[in-house]
């Protein structure tokens, strides 16, 4: 999981809403059912927090919260689907960027809104303090992030 996500959402609770914990059971089964590998690191996380609003623009979609605002994993994707996501990307994350990650291998890929890739992350922490923690770093004024 992204521990400096975590972190910041320890520190700055204002600035996240999660849905609440998922059991890691019936996240695994959610899995199971939609024939998805989901990384460990974010698979921790969606059963830590199940998925929320981060800062005030962000969503990470919430496997089995969410349904009522669209924010839920299964809606996200087959809308983008809809809108031409290729097959082996599934949607994690919605915002200024759209994040996925890759079904075959569970890389992390962040999206144009064309669905075309402009970045690949080995892991959840990558991701968040590469690509969502710097666009809200200076204006929440967060603290210095965790070294590794």
Request: aromatic letters at 12%; charged letters at 25%; glycine letters at 10%.
């Amino acid at each position: 999981m992204s521990n400096q996500l975590i972190l910041d959402s320890q520190q700055r609770p204002d600035l996240f809403s999660w849905y609440g914990a998922i059991p890691r059971k019936d996240l695994t089964e959610w899995c199971q059912v939609r024939g998805l590998f989901v990384p460990d690191d974010l698979m921790a996380l969606l059963s830590e927090t199940g998925g929320g609003d981060i800062f005030e623009s962000e969503t990470i979609l919430g496997p089995l919260c969410g349904v009522e605002t669209g924010d839920d994993c299964d809606s996200a994707n087959a809308f983008h689907r809809g809108r031409g996501l290729p097959d082996g990307l599934w949607l994690f994350h919605v915002g200024f960027v759209l994040s996925a990650i890759r079904t075959n291998d569970g890389g992390y890929v962040v999206l144009t809104n064309e669905y075309r890739p402009i970045g690949f992350y080995r892991n959840l922490g990558e991701w968040y303090t590469e690509v969502v923690r710097p666009e809200f770093e200076e204006r929440y004024r967060l603290r210095p992030a965790a070294r590794p």
